[in-house]
């Protein structure tokens, strides 16, 4: 199938190559040279695991190309993917300008191709698939846009999608199910015949209606966001009543109508989609007077989270009231990320910590095992940037763990506590198990357990 993925970010180059990988002939466009150059010259722009070979071997078999070039990439395309980002705007709501400028440039491609559905001779008409995240009724809207611009038929089909970052190949290649919101059985069976080599196992294809696709994403968004606001409000409990939330998490999670996924506390959820989606949520809801209370509790709690841990290290370095003077102290990060596996520092906490660090006049010196580009777009040289994980605690005052990536799981703390000017440590992730930091001579925070004060 020919096939055009519409933006070359996290989403459509993921899926571009993993469809590339099963035969299609996939054209990803971007509106971004650089990214496009980079793409050109074999590179990814962004980090994420085993997608550079997939690149690769797709490019080099002929399958997979890169461009900027809106009319050669939209001409021959049997099924446009529309990929671009749907960021929040000032009220929270998802932006969809840059869906509805790919959509005006979708309907002029079609008007100018040629033949009766822009595919020459065929008869057969494109299939136009929103697969970014968008408000129910944004199908609508685009369909609307394209047809203003032509007169020939087309199809429109809503295929949200689930990939996590980080894990983003496997995801697309194994989903727990597909979603297709289509207008036809024309456009619901070519779909289900593009996503058969990915259902092999048996995980299902659902097709319904297109709002009812468009409304899954954000309810399955919401959901797992609710899941984090929920365990982080029982943390603080847990905190002030003596508990301990790991311990807590697997009593409850042994009830299978609970489950065991998406309950770990930390510093709240970040990254791309969580944040901006519960809050388009919201607005869906208040935009037909229809407020949507749970999910705006979901946000606040969210947010509160960073702000909690922050008083902890205020309250550890102040006088007990209000941000603590950090002034001629170093404090350490280990993650910059917003989760492990990724370079993508959007909604990162880390990135809200050390501003507020800076602000009370420490000095930051973090690590992260892939994201130093993508920080040094937003911090600048504000912080210092340390080349192993071992050079962020060298005379540091304090450390301060924001990311689970693997390699801060088990680090010698003996070694550590040797550099460090105070063996003071901040878990954001309970990485760490408090009895074995009092053992090692820490004083120890971490989030919904006792604290070791030394
Ligand atoms: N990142 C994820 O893990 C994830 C997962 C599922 C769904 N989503 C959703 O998918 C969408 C894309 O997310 P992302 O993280 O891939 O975004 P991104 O910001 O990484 O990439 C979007 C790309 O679209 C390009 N673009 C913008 N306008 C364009 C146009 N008119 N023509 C061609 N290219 C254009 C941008 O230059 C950019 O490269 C969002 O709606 C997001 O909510 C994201
Ligand atoms: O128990 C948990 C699980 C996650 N998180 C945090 O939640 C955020 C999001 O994590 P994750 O869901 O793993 O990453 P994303 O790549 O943002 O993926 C989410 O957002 C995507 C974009 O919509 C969806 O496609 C995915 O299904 C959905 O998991 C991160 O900050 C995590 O640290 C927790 O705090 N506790």
Same mark, same amino acid.
Request: charged share 25%; glycine share 10%; with cysteine.
């Given at each position: 199938?020919?096939?055009t ?10 899926t571009g190559?993993?469809l ?10 971007d ?29 080099a *078999? ?14 021959? *395309?049997?099924v446009i ?17 840059y869906?509805?400028? *790919?959509a005006?440039?979708?309907g ?6 040629e ?5 020459? *001779? ?18 609508a809207?685009?369909?609307a ?15 949200? @999608? ?6 983003a ?8 199910r597909?979603?297709?919101g289509?207008?036809?059985?024309d456009?619901?069976?070519r ?6 080599p990915?259902? %092999? ?23 797992l ?20 939330? #790991? ?9 299978a %109508? ?7 506390p930390?510093?709240?959820?970040g ?7 519960v809050l ?5 809801g208040?935009?037909?007077?229809r407020?949507? #209370?749970?999910l ?12 909690r841990?922050?008083?902890?290290? #205020? ?27 990724t370079d ?7 990135i ?12 930051v ?6 994201a130093? @580009? ?16 071992l050079?962020v ?10 990311? #689970? ?6 680090p010698?703390?003996?070694a550590?506590?040797?550099?460090? %000017? ?5 878990d ?21 357990r ?5």
């Amino acid at each position: 199938m020919r096939i055009t993925m519409v933006g070359t970010g996290y989403v459509g180059l993921v899926t571009g190559t993993c469809l590339s990988n099963t035969g299609n002939d996939v054209t990803c466009l971007d509106v971004d040279p650089a990214k496009i150059e980079k793409l050109n010259r074999g590179e990814s722009p962004i980090y994420e695991p085993g997608l550079d070979e997939l690149l690769e071997r797709n490019k080099a *078999a002929g399958r997979l190309a890169f461009t900027l070039d809106k009319a050669a990439a939209y001409g021959p *395309a049997e099924v446009i993917f529309i990929c671009v980002g749907t960021p929040s705007d000032e009220q929270g709501r998802a932006d969809l300008k840059y869906v509805l400028a *790919a959509a005006r440039d979708i309907g002029d491609a079609i008007e100018s191709a040629e033949g009766p559905t822009g595919l020459g *001779a065929s008869d057969k008409a494109k299939i136009v698939i929103v697969k970014s995240t968008v408000p129910v009724g944004t199908n609508a809207k685009v369909r609307a846009e394209i047809a203003s611009r032509t007169s020939k038929p087309f199809h429109m089909a809503s295929n949200p @999608e689930f990939l996590k970052e980080g894990a983003a190949i496997n995801d697309f290649n194994k989903p727990d199910r597909v979603v297709l919101g289509v207008d036809s059985e024309d456009a619901g069976s070519r779909l289900r015949d593009l996503y058969a080599p990915f259902v %092999r196992q048996g995980n299902p294809i659902f097709t319904m209606d297109i709002p009812s696709a468009e409304m899954v994403k954000y309810a399955s968004n919401a959901m797992l966001a609710t899941k984090i606001s929920f365990i982080n409000e029982i943390a603080g409990l847990c905190e002030l009543y003596g508990a301990d939330v #790991d311990e807590v998490r697997r009593g409850m999670c042994a009830d299978a %109508r609970i489950g065991n996924k998406f309950l770990y506390p930390g510093l709240g959820y970040g990254g791309s989609c969580f944040p901006k989606d519960v809050l388009a949520c919201i607005s869906m809801g208040d935009e037909v007077n229809r407020p949507t #209370d749970l999910l705006a509790a979901v946000h606040k709690v969210n947010q509160d989270q960073r702000i909690r841990f922050l008083e902890k290290v #205020d309250a550890h370095f102040g006088s007990g009231s209000g941000p603590a003077d950090l002034s001629g102290m170093r404090i350490g990060v280990w993650g910059i990320a917003f989760k492990p596996g990724t370079d993508d520092i959007r909604e990162a906490p880390s990135i809200t910590l050390m501003k507020a660090l800076l602000e009370r006049g420490a000095e930051v010196v973090a690590h992260d095992p892939v994201a130093f @580009e993508t920080c040094r777009g937003v911090m600048g040289d504000s912080i210092t940037y340390a080349g192993g994980m071992l050079d962020v605690v060298e005379g540091a005052d304090a450390l301060l763990v924001c990311t #689970d990536w693997d390699e801060y799981k088990h680090p010698d703390f003996g070694a550590i506590r040797a550099k460090m %000017r105070a063996p003071v440590v901040f878990d954001g992730r309970n990485l760490y198990r408090p009895a074995s930091m009092r053992e090692a001579g820490f004083v120890y925070h971490s989030v919904g357990r006792e604290a070791v004060t030394g």
